[in-house]
């Protein structure tokens, strides 16, 4: 039998090949069966390894987003969400807004707008100049080199802080010069000096103040934002007022239940994803068998005990009386937050909604109008007590950090494991490559040497001897 391509490789570096097989079998199948059966502790190591690793990835994602929660519920107790200040309103803000500094009395203004206050306008016919020239505005020089158009005059004026207008170029080249303050200003204004402009019969306009009345009383201001008129109250005159006046309504100072309104609504959006992400991770069975790796982090915390418990005790803090404050004003529900009741069943669509919070402004508003002292010192126990239910399992060095670090420590564990394994696998593969090439060797030889006798032997009984 032929026994070319047969090779036995002397380095362990050097892969050890196996050809032209002298006894007939598949030596590279028989090894490949031997060392499937070798690595079957290997492949369980590395599938624990993997559902580990989507373990401690999915634990430390939750435990990132209940320490935001734990943050935002901090919040409440910031000292600036209950300072005090003045809530003005306007029944039409697009025509008189209004905002209020301090001090601003109590109750009802109507405003009503006759005129808006504007700036004074020249228009001039313009003059490219032939030479360098000098333009004069309202004292103000400006230099016009050979050949300057409109347009560069126009840039010029307008990037000059000091400049006392606007200038606006026209489609047919007319440039219109504005005060850059409104108001009165009579028949002397904008007064201009230069050969490069030639002002435009009967297009001029004077400044004028804004024309107003405050509860029947008139007044005047040379700009539309007017300080004066409600003492503590500025006004922003943005229209006239044709359908009759507007109604500024100025509250007593207390807290601003608009912004504590905006401090509950980012809570509950961040408490729900939270919730709905705990609740997803703890209704998500595993598969029955693994297709694939990235299968292993599927339903890795289906039923958690401890995050169950954390999400059973959240929703207890929602809506338990806090033991020492007023019956009306203890829990968080009295101000307009609810939450679902836990069940403790699993699986449907509407169990992931389950404990979800909601809002009705209307009742915090109220809550906030009517007692504000109450709504304060009842938000920040509760949140203190919300703080300190989350922070037990997700703050740092808490329940989940544990797992997580116990996760990692037995991830490095088994990877070291896994390739100590590996490399013992490699040197017995190696070995038994060896053992089956060595084996085939002799099995050449002795064949080659059975054939040599064999011919010996015919070659004898041929010459009859």
Known sequence: MSTSGLSVGSSTSSPITITGLASGLETTKIIAALMGAEREPVTRLT???????????????????????????????????????QSVTSSEPQRVSASSSSGAGVGGYEVTVTRLANSSQRSFTFTSPVGEQTLTIEGQEFKLKAGESAKELASSINTNSKAPVYAAVLENGTLVLSSRATGNTGPEFIKVSGAALTEVAG????????EFEVDGVAGTSSSNTVTSA??????????????????????????NASVVEAQVQSFVKLYNSTVETIQTQLQTKPPTKYESTSEYGTGILFGDVELT??????RVTMYEPIAGLPTEMSSPFDIGI???SASGSGGSSGASLEGLLTLEPAKLAEAVKANPAGVEKM??????SLQTQVNTVGAPGGALEVRVNGDGTEVTGLASQISSMNEMLAQREKSLQRTYAELESVISRNTTQSDWLTSQEESLNKSGI
């Open 47 to 85: 599938d624990e390894e993997a559902k580990l690793a989507a373990e401690q990835t999915q634990l430390s994602s939750i435990q990132s987003s209940l320490q935001q929660l734990a943050f935002s519920a901090s919040e409440f107790s910031l000292p600036s969400l209950f300072e005090s200040a």
């Open 203 to 210: 297009a001029a306009k004077e400044g004028r103040n804004a």
């Open 230 to 255: 409600i003492p503590g109250v500025t006004l922003t005159l943005g229209g006239l007022t044709p359908n009759g006046p507007v109604t500024i309504d100025v509250e007593p100072p207390g807290p």
């Open 309 to 314: 418990g954390l999400l059973d005790n959240m």
């Open 338 to 340: 609810s939450t679902g």
């Open 379 to 384: 938000l920040q126990q509760w949140s203190q």
